[in-house]
């Protein structure tokens, strides 16, 4: 069974998501401008996680001119309106990935490559739940990461260094 989720956002629903920021604007008195919604944009067409300078270099591949004070700007008002989530993968900066849904879900992240693995484990629910119950406790939310090293990062490590598999 893969367990890894496929997070491409279904057809259409960047436009829909463009919406739901436009109007989010409007309601907030905020002026829709071209900038905010390139920042949206690159974020609402994403497979994966992005720092705001993964979204600076797309927008400057694409010919736009946003500076970084907006992309963060930008980046807190997804967040605060509910478009987007931030992650903070203890890399020095925060990544973000649009929020599609209440889909709740966990990650793998390499410490030599900084990818980032989403997966979904039914068990995991299951254990939270049994565990809060356990203590009367009522959960919120749950983060699960797992740091390591990606198959590829592993594999060039082990090719690398011989002994590699032996310290662990």
Do not use: W
Not at 4 to 27: H, N
Not at 121 to 133: C, G, I, N, Y
Not at 144 to 151: E, N, T
């Amino acid at each position: 069974m893969d367990s890894t989720l496929q997070t491409r956002p279904p057809l259409g629903c960047a436009a829909v998501m463009m919406s739901v920021f436009r109007a989010s604007l409007q309601e907030h008195q905020l002026p829709v401008t071209q900038q905010r919604e390139a920042v949206a944009g690159i974020l609402f067409e994403s497979t994966g996680h992005l720092s705001a300078d993964d979204i600076a270099a797309r927008l400057k591949e694409r010919g736009d001119h946003v500076g970084k004070a907006t992309i963060y700007r930008t980046l807190n008002l997804l967040v605060d309106v509910g478009l987007a989530t931030e992650h903070d993968f203890d890399e020095g900066f925060k990544r973000y990935e649009a929020r599609i849904g209440p889909s709740r879900h966990d990650h793998l992240i390499c410490t030599s490559c900084g990818e980032v693995i989403e997966f979904h484990r039914p068990e995991l629910e299951t254990l939270q739940s049994e565990v809060a119950s356990e203590y009367g406790f009522q959960p919120i939310t749950r983060q699960v990461k797992i740091y390591g090293l990606c198959a590829e990062c592993d594999a060039a490590e082990a090719r690398e260094n011989p002994d590699y598999r032996r310290a662990l």
